[in-house]
């Protein structure tokens, strides 16, 4: 792609839920997969790994995992990305170094470079005209998408995309103004007011207003707490994600 068109496809990035009943060539996909290596990653040490996942039956095991969403099952390839320091841990034992990555800050990398190297494979996919969509239930089901997949101990599930070629195409998402997240030289608070005016048009949208008729709530923030991310839910997720890094040696 020409500089131009790749600028052009991060702008028209949209998630596609939706595939059509058609094979990913086993050339493309290792272009996308090449790609996702040629990531950022800390001191070249690839801590991550990529499960690929095309069978039905295998995909019939993860799908419950994440609460049963169509796409799981639709899309032709499913790539579960890993935090992965197992691999290079071993290859530290096996000559003689010290095995020093089994702690927390390791896995916060493992977590960046998993998702640099997913970011790379999303931008390949749509360059060859494929579609995508990241799922968050990942983290929330990570122990049981580990056993399903046989991840050992020191691989950590951290993201899932669904990858087809599309069968929609929604509109894009709103996004929140370059001013409310970009900060130069320093960090700028906001005041009440400030915020207001950044959150204008995504507490205005049409969008919006089917969810606060939808869930009889009035305003935009309440549907976040109350329904689709509640303080409960996420302490929940929270303990099961802490229980299971533990197991895993990422934390004491």
């Not at 068109?5 to 990913?24: F, G, N, P, T, V």
């Not at 990570?142 to 509109?171: D, H, Q, R, S």
């Amino acid at each position: 792609m020409e500089k131009n068109a790749i600028l052009e496809s991060l702008l028209q990035h949209r998630s596609i839920r939706k595939y059509q009943d058609k094979d990913i060539p086993q050339e493309v996909l290792e272009r996308i997969l090449e790609a996702g290596t040629r990531a950022s990653n800390t001191g070249n040490m690839q801590v991550y790994s990529v499960v690929v996942t095309q069978s039905a039956e295998m995909k019939a095991k993860l799908s419950p995992l994440h609460f049963n969403q169509p796409m799981i099952k639709q899309a032709p390839v499913v790539l579960t990305v890993a935090a992965d320091v197992a691999r290079f841990q071993h290859w530290c034992e096996i000559n003689g170094a010290e095995r020093s990555y089994d702690n927390f800050l390791w896995f916060v990398c493992g977590c960046i470079d998993s998702m640099l190297f997913a970011q790379n494979m999303a931008v390949a996919a749509e360059a060859e005209g494929l579609g995508l969509c990241f799922l968050g239930t990942t983290l929330y089901m990570a122990k049981e998408i580990a056993e399903v997949l046989e991840m050992p101990k020191g691989v950590i599930p951290i993201t899932t995309l669904t990858l087809g070629y599309p069968a929609e195409k929604p509109a894009l998402t709103d996004r929140l103004p370059l001013q409310a997240v970009v900060h130069y030289e320093k960090y700028r608070k906001e005041s009440d007011g400030d915020i207001r005016q950044l959150y204008y048009d995504t507490d205005h949208s049409e969008l919006t207003k089917r969810l606060l008729e939808e869930n009889q709530l009035p305003n935009l923030a309440q549907v976040f707490t109350r329904k689709r991310y509640t303080k409960k839910d996420n302490e929940a997720i929270s303990a099961r994600l802490l229980d299971f890094l533990k197991e895993n040696g990422f934390l004491e």
